[in-house]
């Protein structure tokens, strides 16, 4: 009789311990899938804050070269002009 009751007992802690251990690991896949998600979500928004970095940077790129190429632009006709109205000048003296 206490034989039996030991067996049932054994028996009864295995199955405890095979629900227990079921239970951990479901509990384990539900964090590994909510990390998951977390993880995705957290990328896409940080390559969309870096998409939208990339376009403001890319547009101040481009504005700063329109100006600059202004700039030398005017540069170069001014000295254009000056170097014309030196070799008139010295032509003028030459004369």
């Given at each position: 009789?206490?034989?039996r009751l030991v067996a049932i007992l054994v028996a009864m802690i295995v199955c405890l311990g095979s629900v227990v251990y079921?239970?951990?690991?479901?509990d384990v896949g539900k964090a590994?899938?909510?990390?998951g998600h977390d993880t995705?979500?957290?990328?896409?928004?940080t390559a969309h804050g870096t998409e939208k970095a990339a376009d403001k940077t890319g547009d101040?790129?481009?504005?700063a070269a329109k100006k600059t190429g202004?700039?030398?632009k005017k540069g170069v006709k001014e000295i254009g002009h000056g170097a014309?109205?030196?070799?008139?000048k010295a032509a003028d003296a030459v004369k």
């Amino acid at each position: 009789m206490k034989s039996r009751l030991v067996a049932i007992l054994v028996a009864m802690i295995v199955c405890l311990g095979s629900v227990v251990y079921s239970q951990v690991a479901t509990d384990v896949g539900k964090a590994g899938t909510d990390t998951g998600h977390d993880t995705k979500v957290a990328a896409q928004k940080t390559a969309h804050g870096t998409e939208k970095a990339a376009d403001k940077t890319g547009d101040a790129t481009k504005d700063a070269a329109k100006k600059t190429g202004h700039g030398i632009k005017k540069g170069v006709k001014e000295i254009g002009h000056g170097a014309k109205k030196g070799a008139d000048k010295a032509a003028d003296a030459v004369k």
